[in-house]
Nanobody, 116 residues
Framework: QVQLVESGGGLVQAGASLRLSCIAS?????MAWFRQAPGKEREFVAR????????SYVDSVKGRFTISGDNAKNTVYLQMNSLKPEDTAVYYC????????????WGQGTQVTVSS
């Protein structure tokens, strides 16, 4: 069982930046960030696959958010720049094990609030 712990959320004004961090208690195949805004379903934000270093993003954050990490430290980051009020959500870290086709580990979430 892998435990995920997020940190770095907060309240910022539009245009500001935040960096989220997530530390996993064990090795993973890939890690990702999801978010859930009030009254909306949880949506994928970004992912990184450790063996290839490949990343992907939801269109709404491309060019503003960057996912990165250190596989040796079981840590993933989400650098969020040019934040918008519509980025307000609870951000969740997720991880996948090798040979598992879904995100089988989830963190508790960290609140990001962007004021206009």
């Amino acid at each position: 069982q892998v435990q995920l712990v997020e940190s770095g959320g907060g309240l910022v004004q539009a245009g500001a930046s935040l960096r989220l961090s997530c530390i996993a208690s064990g090795r993973t195949y890939a890690m990702a960030w999801f978010r859930q805004a009030p009254g909306k379903e949880r949506e994928f934000v970004a992912r990184i696959t450790w063996n290839s270093g490949g990343t992907s993003y939801v269109d709404s954050v491309k060019g503003r958010f960057t996912i990165s990490g250190d596989n040796a430290k079981n840590t993933v980051y989400l650098q969020m720049n040019s934040l918008k009020p519509e980025d307000t959500a609870v951000y969740y870290c997720a991880a996948r094990s090798l040979f598992v086709n879904n995100w089988n580990y989830w963190g508790q979430g960290t609140q990001v609030t962007v004021s206009s």
